[in-house]
């Protein structure tokens, strides 16, 4: 009798731990991110919600759904503070949408110098969620090897072991932006 009570316990407990390693990681479903293949030097800044408008010549997308990646991005957005200063200042060149499980989401803008824009407020710089994001979007491969030692989270985490060099010379003097 005790030995089937045993075996009873165990399995109940065995089962309640897999059912919690089913369980979602993070609260974030899914990331799209849209970002500037390669630097692009203008003359007007590019503000938060202008790179989905740039044409696919320059402007490359993708959507992470990664439970570790999501997870860790998550933690990195909950840590961030608001700068309290406008956020025209920065000059985008990357730009995510971040979906909920509860179907409600955010946006998240990181420009030149890793100035970060959460749903249109200037946030203090976090190079955790910069080099996240950057890395798994495969960023970092629109730029040289010795053009990536300029990126200061580059320096605390060195370059990805992914890295690729898929970069090719833009211009936006000979490639029209798409009508907002």
């Not at 979602?24 to 970002?35: F, T, V």
């Not at 957005?77 to 409600?104: A, E, G, H, P, W």
């Not at 969620?129 to 040289?144: D, E, Q, V």
């Given at each position: 009798?005790?030995?089937?009570?045993?075996?009873?316990?165990?399995?109940?407990?065995?089962?309640?731990?897999?059912?919690?390693?089913?369980?979602?990681?993070?609260?974030i479903?899914?990331?799209s991110?849209?970002?500037?293949?390669?630097?692009i030097?203008?003359?007007?800044?590019?503000?938060?919600?202008?790179?989905?408008?740039?044409?696919?010549?320059?402007?490359?997308?993708?959507?992470?759904?990664?439970?570790?990646?999501l997870?860790?991005?998550?933690?990195?957005?909950?840590?961030?503070?608001?700068?309290?200063?406008?956020?025209t200042?920065?000059?985008?060149r990357?730009?995510?949408?971040?979906?909920?499980?509860?179907?409600?989401?955010?946006?998240?803008?990181?420009?030149?110098?890793?100035?970060?824009?959460?749903?249109?407020?200037?946030?203090?710089k976090?190079?955790?969620?910069?080099?996240?994001i950057?890395?798994?979007?495969?960023?970092?491969?629109?730029?040289?090897?010795?053009d990536?030692?300029?990126?200061?989270?580059?320096?605390?985490?060195?370059?990805?072991?992914?890295?690729?060099?898929?970069?090719?010379?833009?211009?936006?003097?000979s490639?029209?932006?798409s009508?907002?």
């Amino acid at each position: 009798m005790n030995r089937v009570v045993i075996l009873l316990v165990l399995s109940f407990f065995l089962i309640v731990s897999c059912i919690r390693k089913k369980e979602k990681a993070s609260n974030i479903d899914n990331i799209s991110i849209s970002y500037i293949t390669g630097y692009i030097n203008t003359q007007v800044p590019f503000v938060c919600g202008q790179i989905p408008a740039i044409l696919p010549a320059i402007r490359k997308d993708t959507i992470l759904v990664d439970e570790k990646i999501l997870s860790e991005v998550e933690q990195q957005i909950k840590v961030l503070q608001n700068l309290k200063m406008d956020s025209t200042t920065c000059d985008i060149r990357l730009q995510c949408k971040i979906f909920y499980r509860n179907k409600t989401s955010s946006s998240i803008c990181i420009g030149m110098f890793n100035c970060i824009i959460k749903d249109n407020l200037r946030m203090c710089k976090n190079d955790n969620l910069t080099y996240l994001i950057k890395r798994h979007s495969g960023y970092y491969n629109y730029f040289s090897k010795e053009d990536l030692a300029y990126f200061d989270e580059l320096k605390q985490f060195g370059i990805p072991n992914d890295y690729k060099d898929l970069r090719r010379v833009n211009s936006l003097d000979s490639i029209p932006l798409s009508p907002q």
